[in-house]
């Protein structure tokens, strides 16, 4: 605006100057006399209309000049405005447990404006790490366990049953099939409501009720990676190194499932807190550690009872704030070993971002691409997990192919992520495609689509299944979750024994073990004011451990992890170090 108005401004100032010298030539030439009088009349006329037009001009650029500048200044009011929401926000995620109470309660948020209040471990706050809070609705997507198991509720602590199931006469333990207590409404709870009361303040100093959780720590949910553990097994069965790749993939693409409508918030687990999780049925034993706090990691280590597989990473997701979602890009390596055919698969999980934040009802999504390769053939799937797209044509899709290492499509692969995963052969995937475009193409021109900016509600997909192209075979089904799952958490069969704990394995795992929290524990219970103190407690406890660390120049020393190159992406992880199934559980950390 400002180049135009400063070039308007000069030609009128041009333009009052050529009329004021054509006057004064005219007065000053010696034929002005015996010119006729109407001419100069004429001539007079002009040049006062000319000029009258510069001044008019002249006015109304001062006009626009004057408007420029309050439309600037409301402007940097709106930018800065939204400068401040949008840090509130990145901490708003970051902790949430006392303003919990006071919302519950009625009673205003005191604690929040106390300079001595912890928020969540953290003393300092970048948004790197207050966003890691968030993780739970967004990134840190990881699946879930979808068989049939059974049993009745179950509590522990003060005397409360712990969940543990029964024993079956094969020996295979029985499972929960519920929780202790069925989730809060969060519907008397929303992120503006507390956001509107929080702008203006230190951006550390913002928090979440723990109403927006779910009673599972992050490492346990980052254990719903196995609960498709049977095409690792199936996998390494096979003699074909495509098909396996095919298996491979289904297990890659099944691992991200449970985060579809799982959008409560894991507790972050605390440095040096752990979680191990042994499934005899579906033959595999898994540790997990917190490594580090700033920035958050959490390790894992899994192999097969039957020495089939080794399947170990780490996860440290960057989250990104867009304003009305959360983006959550995950960082670090997976990395899958079938011992029986000395092959290693790494790869990265796809993008998570979670809609609605502020407003509106949460949905997410998944997208980008996820590469893995076979370090000893070569081979590559590329797998691409599609946006939604403004009209939801293409939401929850994936689509890939396996390729060998001179680039050849050796198969095409195809689904939902939140469903299935079909193969089929590449020349037919390509002669589906192209039909499909064509017949959408024409959709277009017979509809009127609207161009109206996208929409934050979760679009509605052309159909509920997936089209199977003749010839297919699949390779994943989700499992069904149970009928309780909407007012357990949206859990599936395998989330919701994650946290189960008999006296037997309470007597066997270290202390530091995510069942022994007693926050998640309280809430599990449906003891909501107990959680959010217990959280409270244990975060103000790890702070003061973190100040003496810091005080004395200690280094935190993790236990089952070491830090060294992936050796096969040659990336820098954490390794597991061994040791941990030997039960030598000494010196451990109190962080309880």
């Not at 780490?314 to 092959?343: C, D, M, Q, R």
């Not at 409270?536 to 660390?549: G, S, V």
Request: net charge negative; hydrophobic share 30%; glycine share 4%.
């Amino acid at each position: 605006m400002f180049p135009t108005l400063t070039k308007a401004q000069t030609c009128q100032q041009r333009l009052d100057r050529e009329i004021s010298n054509f006057l004064k030539m005219i007065k000053e030439c010696d034929m002005a006399k015996e010119m006729l009088p109407s001419f100069l009349q004429k001539a007079e006329v002009v040049s006062e209309a000319s000029r009258e037009t510069c001044e008019a001009l002249s006015d109304c650029l001062n006009l626009f000049t004057k408007q420029e500048g309050v439309r600037n200044f409301k402007l940097e009011q709106e930018q800065e405005k939204n400068k401040i929401l949008s840090e509130a926000l990145e901490t708003l995620a970051t902790e949430h447990h006392e303003l919990e109470q006071s919302l519950v309660k009625g009673s205003p948020p005191v604690s929040i404006l106390s300079e001595e209040e912890f928020y969540d471990a953290l003393s300092d706050s970048e948004s790197e790490r207050t966003l890691s809070r968030l993780e739970a609705v967004t990134t840190h997507s990881f699946e879930e366990e979808g068989e049939h198991l059974s049993s009745g509720k179950h509590r522990m602590s003060e005397g409360k049953d712990c969940g543990g199931g029964d024993a079956l006469s094969n020996g295979i333990k029985k499972h929960r099939t519920s929780l202790p207590s069925p989730m809060f409404s969060r519907n008397d709870f929303s992120i503006w409501s507390i956001l509107r009361k929080c702008i203006g303040m230190e951006l550390s100093k913002i928090t979440m009720p723990v109403i927006f959780n779910e009673p599972l720590s992050f490492l346990q949910r980052l254990t719903e990676y196995m609960e498709h553990t049977y095409l690792i097994h199936k996998a390494s069965s096979l003699a074909d190194p495509v098909e396996r790749m095919q298996c491979v993939a289904a297990f890659a693409v099944s691992a991200v499932a449970s985060q579809w409508e799982r959008t409560g918030k894991p507790f972050n687990p605390l440095l040096g807190e752990t979680y191990e999780l042994v499934r005899d049925d579906l033959g595999f034993r898994l540790i997990s550690e917190q490594v580090s706090h700033h920035p958050p990691i959490s390790a894992f280590h899994a192999e097969g009872l039957n020495n089939d597989f080794i399947f170990h990473g780490s996860i440290y997701p960057k989250l990104k704030f867009w304003g009305k979602s959360v983006e959550a890009e995950p960082k670090g390596t997976i990395t899958l070993e079938l011992l029986e055919h000395n092959e290693a698969y790494t790869w990265t999980n796809p993008t998570c971002c979670v809609h609605n934040i502020i407003v509106g009802k949460l949905w997410i999504e998944q997208y980008g691409n996820v590469e893995i390769t076979n370090h000893k053939t070569g081979d590559k799937c590329v797998l691409n997990f599609k946006p939604c797209g403004l009209f939801g044509k293409e939401l929850h899709k994936v689509e890939g192919f396996i390729q060998d290492k001179s680039k050849k499509k050796l198969c095409a692969l195809y689904g939902k992520w939140t469903e299935c995963l079909y193969s089929v052969d590449p020349a037919t995937f390509d002669a589906y495609k192209k039909n499909d475009k064509k017949n959408t193409e024409e959709k277009k021109n017979s509809k009127q689509m609207s161009t109206s900016e996208e929409s934050d509600e979760m679009p509605v997909p052309d159909s509920e299944s997936v089209f199977v192209i003749p010839g297919s075979v699949l390779l994943w089904r989700i499992a069904p979750r149970p009928p309780n799952s909407a007012q357990m958490y949206n859990f599936t069969s395998f989330a919701m024994v994650l946290n189960e704990v008999d006296k037997e394995m309470e007597s066997v795992i270290p202390k530091t073990d995510c069942r022994l929290r007693p926050d998640i524990r309280a809430m599990e219970n449906g003891e909501i004011d107990q959680a959010s103190e217990e959280k409270k407690r244990l975060e103000e406890k790890q702070r003061a451990a973190r100040k003496n660390r810091s005080k004395s120049e200690e280094d935190w020393k993790t236990r089952w992890f070491h830090q060294g190159p992936n050796p096969y992406s040659g990336a820098q992880d954490w390794i597991y170090s061994g040791s941990y199934w030997d039960r030598n559980y000494f010196n451990l950390p109190d962080i309880y």
